[in-house]
């Protein structure tokens, strides 16, 4: 009788992690934030639970081949600011973390930005340009003052040199934010309470 109440008490853990149907779960991390991989081509994955955030960095291993821009948006979104970053292909690897100022590309330049805090996106094997093709892919606005935001001042790209691309946002406070990714199309999605 003990092996079979053992081994019941294992079932039931099990099921309880799992959340009892794994066709249903559209979210997948690990502990430490970092998402977990899965077999399924419509995964989202999200760096914390879907209540809240952190303003803990959170980064995702580079994927090769390269992944290609073609758009950078940030509108509001009921509670949040949405900041996305939309790939033809895949996403890139990447890393968000709240950075210092002044910000400066590998050319030397200072990036300004008109607000006190600064949300990086770091992308690896990433670009806005193709060197297959000789073509952009993205052909937007270096420069995004979205309107009707409460958290997101602005957006700059700092540069996007060999399949490094980074952009910044200016933020009005440093606030948790998420990470998730989309796949179809395949997104990068930072979302900032507001």
């Not at 979104?77 to 950075?99: L, N, W």
Request: charge should be positive; aromatic fraction near 6%; glycine fraction near 8%.
């Amino acid at each position: 009788m003990r092996p079979l109440a053992a081994a019941a008490s294992l079932l039931l853990v099990f099921v309880a992690c799992s959340g009892g149907n794994s066709s249903k779960s559209a979210s997948t991390t690990t502990s430490a934030g970092t998402p977990a991989s899965s077999p399924s081509s419509s995964t989202v994955t999200t760096s914390q639970a879907a209540t809240g955030g952190s303003t803990t960095p959170v980064s995702v291993a580079v994927t090769h081949p390269t992944a290609h821009l073609v758009a950078v948006r940030a509108a509001r979104q009921e509670t949040v600011d949405r900041v996305v970053f939309e790939f033809s292909d895949r996403v890139p690897g990447y890393r968000v973390s709240y950075v210092k100022g002044p910000i400066v590309g590998t050319s030397g330049q200072v990036v300004p930005l008109s607000e006190n805090f600064v949300l990086e996106f770091h992308m690896q094997q990433a670009s806005g340009f193709n060197q297959d093709t000789g073509q952009p892919t993205y052909t937007g606005p270096k420069q995004i003052q979205p309107a009707g935001t409460r958290a997101v001042g602005e957006l700059k790209q700092v540069e996007d040199f060999e399949a490094v691309l980074t952009w910044a946002a200016g933020l009005k406070a440093q606030v948790p934010f998420r990470v998730s990714t989309l796949a179809s199309p395949p997104r990068v999605v930072i979302d900032l309470p507001s």
